[in-house]
C-alpha cells in the first residue's frame, strides 16, 4: 500500500519520500528498523524512523567516508568500519587494493541480515574473503584494540541509543590508542544546519587529540539539509597534501581527486562553527 513517509529533522521540518510498499519492518534489540521500496530513491534503509541509506544516493556517503582517508594513507592495509552494517563503506574500502583486512563491528545483526536481503547491490561485499563481521559494540571493539589499523572509519547512526557513545571524546582517544603510529581516522558527523553543535564539539575533541584534524563535506539528498560533514583525525598525513601518484585508478560515482582536495573548502557559515 502506498504511502508518504517523513522523517522529521526537527521538531519543525522534515523529509519526505513517496513508498511503494513496505519491504520489511522489525523492532530489534537496539532500533526500529525499516526498509521501504521508494519511487525517487529505491530501496530505502531507515532505523528510529531516520533514513540511513537508500540505493540511489548511497554512493555519495559511502566514497566520500572512504576514499578520502584511505587516499591519504600511504598504504592502508588494515582497516576498521565501526557501524555500517549495511556494508557500503566495506564496498568501498575493498576498492583499494593495499587493503589486506576489513574488519567490520556493527551492532546489530539484523541490519547485516536485511541489508543483505533487500540492498544487496550495497552489501554484497560483507561477504569477501578479506573482510570479518562482527556482531558487536564499536565502542568496545576500540577500547580493546592497541596500534592495530591504518584507517578507522565511524559509519554509525545519529547520537542515539547504542550511538550515543560514539559521540564522546573518550571514543576518539580510543581510537586514537587502536591506530597505528601512522593512523588516520574519519567519523561522520551529521550535518552544519540542523546538528550545528555536534559539528563543533566532535570537531573541538578531535583537534584536542590529533596532529591533523579537518573537516569536509558532500551533498546528500535524502539527509538532513542535503549537506552532510565528515571529521578526520590524521596522525601524520594530511588528507590535503596527498602526492599525486597516490591517487590510482579506481570506479566511484562521486569522488574524484580533484574533489579530495574541493570537498574540504567550506562554506564560510561551517569554517565559523570550527574556528
Ligand atoms: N550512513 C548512515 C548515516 O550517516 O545515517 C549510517 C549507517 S547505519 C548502517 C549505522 C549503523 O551504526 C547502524 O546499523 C547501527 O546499528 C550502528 N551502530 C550504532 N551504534 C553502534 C555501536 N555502538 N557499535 C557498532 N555499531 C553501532
Request: net charge negative; glycine share 6%; charged share 25%.
Amino acid at each position: 500500500m502506498e504511502f508518504w513517509f517523513t522523517e522529521k529533522q526537527t521538531d519543525k521540518f522534515g523529509i519526505t519520500a513517496k513508498v511503494k510498499r513496505t519491504l520489511h519492518t522489525e523492532k530489534t534489540d537496539y532500533q526500529q528498523l525499516d526498509v521501504v521500496e521508494t519511487e525517487e530513491f529505491g530501496n530505502m534503509l531507515l532505523l528510529d524512523g531516520m533514513v540511513m541509506t537508500t540505493e540511489r544516493d548511497e554512493f555519495v556517503y559511502h566514497e566520500m567516508v572512504t576514499h578520502v582517508p584511505l587516499f591519504t594513507h600511504p598504504e592502508p592495509k588494515s582497516v576498521l568500519v565501526v557501524g555500517g552494517g549495511d556494508g557500503g563503506a566495506i564496498r568501498e574500502v575493498l576498492k583499494h587494493p593495499s587493503v589486506e583486512k576489513a574488519t567490520l563491528v556493527e551492532i546489530d545483526g539484523k541490519v547485516i541480515e536485511y541489508s543483505k536481503k533487500y540492498l544487496p547491490t550495497i552489501a554484497g561485499a560483507l561477504d569477501d574473503e578479506r573482510v570479518e563481521v562482527k556482531v558487536g559494540d564499536g565502542f568496545m571493539h576500540i577500547a580493546e584494540s592497541e596500534n592495530e589499523y591504518d584507517v578507522i572509519m565511524v559509519d554509525s547512526t545519529e547520537p542515539v541509543g547504542p550511538a550515543v557513545k560514539l559521540f564522546e571524546k573518550g571514543f576518539y582517544e580510543g581510537i586514537y590508542k587502536a591506530l597505528k603510529e601512522d593512523g588516520i581516522f574519519v567519523a561522520q558527523t551529521d550535518n552544519p544546519w540542523f546538528q550545528s553543535e555536534l559539528v563543533k564539539n566532535v570537531y573541538s575533541d578531535v583537534k584536542e587529540i590529533f596532529q591533523v584534524t579537518s573537516l569536509y563535506t558532500c551533498n546528500i539528498p535524502t539527509y538532513p539539509s542535503g549537506l552532510w560533514t565528515f571529521t578526520i583525525g590524521s596522525k601524520k598525513h594530511d588528507p590535503l597534501n596527498v602526492p599525486e601518484e597516490r591517487f590510482h585508478h579506481i570506479e566511484t560515482k562521486y569522488y574524484t581527486k580533484e574533489l579530495h582536495t574541493a570537498a574540504f573548502a567550506l562554506p564560510k557559515f561551517v569554517t565559523d562553527l570550527i574556528k
